[in-house]
């Protein structure tokens, strides 16, 4: 992270990750305050290799649930967005913004697909008024994001896709905070595999693996003390 690039109030940002499995690299540039004015910009290239598991039906034993590791797939892509947009109050904000990315989904140990062209328009509304980043005990997180084909071109990958999240914090004595979470996500019945929500993992569905089921739609909620 590099701040105050040239001394016009711009943050730049390379970020590289990779191991055996997933590989990716980021490239950002983004300015809170355009000319001093309320106005924010981001400028952000990147590319991701991730390989996900494929899991075997459910088995269910007595009391006793599995499912086995069956295989496997990866979802591979490049592409950039640039988005602009102004805040809300103090605690909200709103961008609106362009990608264009190449991308292709293969099973493990096959031939890899062509990439296939996206190019989507974007508007994202998100307002935090949290009073920490981590652990919060008062506040509240709500994004929503749609995102769509506008124009259709050519060979494009064409779909459009809705999601929300909430994540509120109460904390009614000081010895508890309860966090009630919502989220869900609708997708077309275009939207191509490298755009699919997944449940399971620490992060979203305790008891799960990590993307252990994969769809169009999602639908989670939680309520934690």
Known sequence: ILENLFSTGTRSLLGVAGGARNQSIVLSLSNPKVFNLPINFNLTGYYENINYRNYSPEIVTGNTYNRELDGGYTVEDYGFNVATGTT??????????????????????????????????????????KNKSNFATQGTLVDLKFESNLLTLENDVNFSKLEFLLDAYLSPAKVFTINPFVMFGLGDKTTPKAEFWGLGGQDMFYGMREYEQIGRQIFVSSLEF
């Open 88 to 129: 809300l109050d103090k605690f909200g904000k709103v961008n609106f913004g362009f990608q264009l990315e190449k991308q292709r989904d293969y099973d493990l140990g096959k031939t890899p697909k062509d990439f296939k062209t996206v190019t989507t328009f974007f508007i994202r509304t998100l307002i935090d008024s």
